[in-house]
């Protein structure tokens, strides 16, 4: 069988299992905890300051996830929620239409409204916070917080671990979202405090003064990250059980050798043991979000399944038999985009590409218009049993 993972399911766990699914990455996450609360924000054109008026929904969810993982063990499904890493803030929808438009309503944890020196900066000393909503900073209207400061790491992991002890998570997954603006191939945030002390200290120069490419910089950014991983797994040792660490993202799997460069130095964390699983993730539509596919030529985020083999296969190369892979397909389209049909034939072609590369499972994110479909659940039935 080949397990398959999916991702919020609007279906129980049990007509999950009943298809082959194995893993729920639960998207519960925002506002769950009471310790991570989220806020509603706003920021007129031109404004200096955010406004911030009540608290962004979620905190109903916490039942939500509660009850899904219950049932969820009782029908033999395993629950994974997964957690964007050191969001410090996203505006609503700019991001998707061209030219950008301002849409001034967003969210941002009530972590970072408290502690806005943790804030991620650019060169310039900049964090999301000074940006113009919809400034082309980075390819996302979103901003970070800094993992060079322990607190930030502290935070992020305090959730992570909650979500093992409240609802007895099988793992959590890492949502990275590293997408570069257009023209950059180097992340250009990570110029905190102790980031630039530690540099200054141990190279003699200011890094504000150097390329934003410049290896030793770049990799002492990236080392922030592994840092988390590593803390991430001491903290995970202590719970007398294994709880799953995977990572999810895309556009970071094509060249191994230059992860770092986007922070996720994935080979490194799988060569450490950091993690048990990696989800390359591959759009199957094109949700004509302003950038291209990262490190994509095509103009388009869809991904042909001769582009997905191939990124799959390097990952394995590196991989071997270290940590599993569940190669995922995005189609979160709300009913827009293609008819159902062509959907499932990419879903399904997408699924051999990835299993004939080598991965060890199939990941799906789809949306409640798509899981309403038979023919839907038709295709992960045929892809759980190995039918292309």
Not at 149 to 157: A, G, H, S, T
Request: with cysteine.
């Amino acid at each position: 069988m080949i397990d398959i993972a999916i991702v919020n399911p609007s279906r129980s766990p049990a007509k999950c299992a009943q298809v082959g699914v194995r893993k729920i990455i639960s998207t519960f996450y925002e506002g769950v905890l009471t310790s991570h609360e989220w806020l509603r924000c706003r920021k007129s054109t031109g404004a200096a300051d955010i406004e911030y008026y009540g608290q962004y929904p979620g905190a109903e969810s916490r039942d939500l996830l509660l009850n899904l993982s219950q049932e969820a063990h009782r029908s033999g499904v395993e629950v994974h929620p997964y957690s964007l890493v050191a969001i410090a803030g996203v505006w609503s929808g700019s991001r998707r239409t061209v030219p950008r438009t301002i849409i001034p309503d967003g969210r941002i944890p009530r972590f970072a409204v408290e502690h806005p020196e943790y804030m991620s900066r650019g060169r310039d000393g900049r964090s999301w916070l000074d940006w113009e909503v919809g400034e082309p900073v980075l390819g996302y209207d979103i901003g970070y917080m800094s993992l060079a400061y322990p607190e930030v790491r502290e935070y992020v992991i305090a959730g992570l671990v909650a979500y093992a002890r409240e609802f007895a998570a099988d793992g959590v997954q890492l949502e990275f979202v590293q997408v570069l603006a257009e023209g950059e191939e180097v992340w250009p945030l990570g110029y905190d405090a102790p980031a630039i002390a530690h540099y200054t200290e141990s190279h003699g120069s200011d890094p504000r003064e150097i390329g934003n490419d410049d290896e030793p910089w770049t990799r002492l950014r990236a080392g922030y990250y592994t840092q988390l991983m590593r803390e991430l797994r001491e903290e995970f040792s202590s719970l007398g059980r294994n709880v799953e660490i995977s990572v999810a993202t895309e556009g970071v799997w094509s060249a191994p050798d230059g992860a770092y460069k986007l922070m996720l130095d994935w080979p490194a964390w799988v060569d450490e043991g950091l993690v048990d699983a990696l989800h390359p993730r591959f759009w199957i539509i094109d949700p004509h979000y302003p950038l291209s596919y990262p490190n994509s030529e095509t103009g388009s985020w869809y991904v042909e399944p001769a582009r997905i083999e191939k990124e799959i296969a390097t990952v394995k190369e590196v991989v071997g038999e270290k940590c599993e892979i569940y190669g995922t397909v995005l189609g979160k389209n709300g009913g827009g985009g293609i008819p159902v049909g062509e959907f499932v034939e990419r879903t399904v072609a997408a699924a051999k590409a990835m299993i004939e590369a080598g991965s060890d499972g199939f990941g799906i994110y789809a949306d409640d218009h798509l899981m309403s479909e038979t023919k839907f659940w038709d295709a992960l039935r045929q892809i759980s049993t190995g039918r292309f």
